[in-house]
């Protein structure tokens, strides 16, 4: 498995809480994603990286900021966690883009009450 | 973890036969494609990929099949076993940078092997 480690695994949060998930790569790849999986959407992209403190937004990036201070770790943060932000969030690695497939970590489940 | 499986098109396969699983892709532009497995509470885990110069390509047990003229890409499982049950996701993207390049997903198929 391509080490990946997202953090926590499960949380629980109250409406209006600011929240970060990290996601931490020992693989060196340039290129990190943060997805959400959501029951009939399948896998949508919010942001993604492609450098050290070089991010861009994907589909459905509204709510969300991610930061990369470090080629290793990105992090998705929450300003204001909403309880349509309920969902499993999947961070991703690549070595390119295009062409290539991305490797996910095990996922973070974030309940938002 | 399970709720993924709600909502998503379903096949079920006796253990043994053969599993065809089909996925319609969106952007004619596509150039790359993938398959992914997930099984429950855990992140999806590549199976095999096409580039758009191939019709076919194997791999164990697995045989995706790219129509690009109907923008149509399938997955083939022989010998279906009780631990291929999992969601299967066809994923595309094209050479393109930027956001071109990032994969998109289809919503899934559920499959279900009966012992």
């Known amino acids: 498995d391509a080490g990946i480690t997202q953090s926590p695994r499960h949380k629980v949060t109250e409406t209006g809480t600011p929240v970060t998930l990290r996601c931490h790569q020992t693989e060196n790849h340039r290129y990190m994603y943060w997805y959400r999986q959501d029951p009939g959407h399948g896998l949508r992209l919010i942001h993604y990286s492609y450098g050290v403190k070089d991010t861009d937004k994907g589909e459905v990036s509204d709510g969300y900021s991610v930061s990369r201070s470090k080629t290793e770790d990105f992090l998705l943060t929450l300003e204001s966690a909403t309880s349509s932000q309920t969902s499993v969030y999947f961070c991703a690695i690549s070595r390119v883009q295009g062409y290539t497939e991305a490797f996910f970590g095990q996922g973070t489940r974030l309940t938002v009450v | 973890g399970e709720s993924v499986g709600l909502h998503l098109p379903t096949l079920s396969v006796q253990e043994g036969d053969n599993s065809i699983i089909n996925c319609a892709y969106s952007?004619?532009?596509?150039?790359?494609f993938i398959w992914y497995k997930q099984e429950s509470g855990k992140g999806p885990q590549f199976i095999i990929d096409i580039r758009s110069n191939m019709d076919k390509r194997q791999g164990q047990r697995v045989t995706v099949l790219l129509n690009k003229t109907v923008k149509h890409l399938s997955l083939q499982i022989a010998a279906t076993q009780p631990g291929d049950s999992a969601v299967y996701f066809c994923?595309?993207?094209?050479?393109?940078?930027?956001?071109?390049?990032?994969?998109?997903f289809g919503k899934g198929t559920k499959l279900s092997v009966k012992p």
């Open positions: 994923a595309e993207n094209t050479q393109g940078g930027g956001s071109q390049g990032n994969l998109i």
């Open positions: 952007n004619s532009a596509s150039d790359y």
